[in-house]
Antibody, heavy 120, light 110 residues
Framework: EVQLLESGGGLIQPGGSLRLSCAAS????????MHWVRQAPGKGLEWVSG????????YYADSVKGRFTISRDNSKSTLYLQMNSLRAEDTALYYC?????????????WGQGTLVTVSS | QSALTQPASVSGSPGQSITISCTGT?????????VSWYRQHPGKAPQLMIY???NRPSGVSDRFSGSKSGNTASLTISGLQAEDESDYYC??????????FGTGTKVTVL
């Protein structure tokens, strides 16, 4: 059974940093692209970032480019999102999602999310 | 990259068919067959319903179908049931940032 378990969320002041983790199990983690998708309270889904299977290429939404860094450790089956210079508008539930293969393909499994609140 | 455009709400009676549109540009929907649809019940994680325009994952009812014409993709739900009441999002691969979601559509079963 595929499982994705996010962690690392919390309350952080504007300008601060946070690192999210996503522990994956139930599939060959190193064979699939992975993504982070967020959802602000009461709002729609926003794709944040993606990374290909071996980590050689990464992709970012314009809203986080230059502030967030996605990475993965295939030996630990874990996905990360380093978030710097956090802003109030980054407040959201952050989902980890497994791609169906390459970076262009849909996400077929999702975690339950970890909540990030940016506030003073 | 702007979000894909979806109607805010669509409604139908049980047994009817409804269609949700998703309009993008030639940089996303119009140029790639990587359009997907997700259903999200309140307080739950999204669930993949359609991938690559018209393919259903294992376990998804054949009442759900997808299509694309030009820069617009569509999700049709036939034989509408109470359990279909939910939020639906389209998504597409895009040449600019990799992925973009739609604005979301709330489906109400009357």
């Amino acid at each position: 059974e595929v499982q994705l378990l996010e962690s690392g969320g919390g309350l952080i002041q504007p300008g601060g940093s946070l690192r999210l983790s996503c522990a994956a199990s139930g599939f060959t983690f190193s064979s699939y692209a992975m993504h982070w998708v967020r959802q602000a309270p009461g709002k729609g889904l926003e794709w944040v970032s993606g990374i290909i299977s071996h980590g050689g290429s990464t992709y970012y939404a314009d809203s986080v480019k230059g502030r967030f860094t996605i990475s993965r450790d295939n030996s630990k089956s874990t996905l990360y999102l380093q978030m710097n210079s956090l802003r109030a508008e980054d407040t959201a539930l952050y989902y980890c999602a497994k791609g169906r293969g390459g970076p262009a393909r849909a996400s077929d499994y999702w975690g339950q999310g970890t909540l990030v609140t940016v506030s003073s | 990259q702007s979000a894909l455009t979806q109607p805010a709400s669509v409604s139908g009676s049980p047994g009817q068919s409804i269609t949700i549109s998703c309009t993008g540009t030639s940089s996303d929907i119009g140029n790639y067959n990587y359009v997907s649809w997700y259903r999200q019940h309140p307080g739950k994680a999204p669930q993949l319903m359609i991938y690559e325009v018209s393919n259903r994952p294992s376990g998804v009812s054949d009442r759900f179908s997808g299509s694309k014409s030009g820069n617009t993709a569509s999700l049709t739900i036939s034989g509408l049931q109470a359990e279909d009441e939910s939020d639906y999002y389209c998504s597409s691969y895009t040449s600019s940032t990799a992925h973009v979601f739609g604005t979301g559509t709330k489906v109400t079963v009357l």
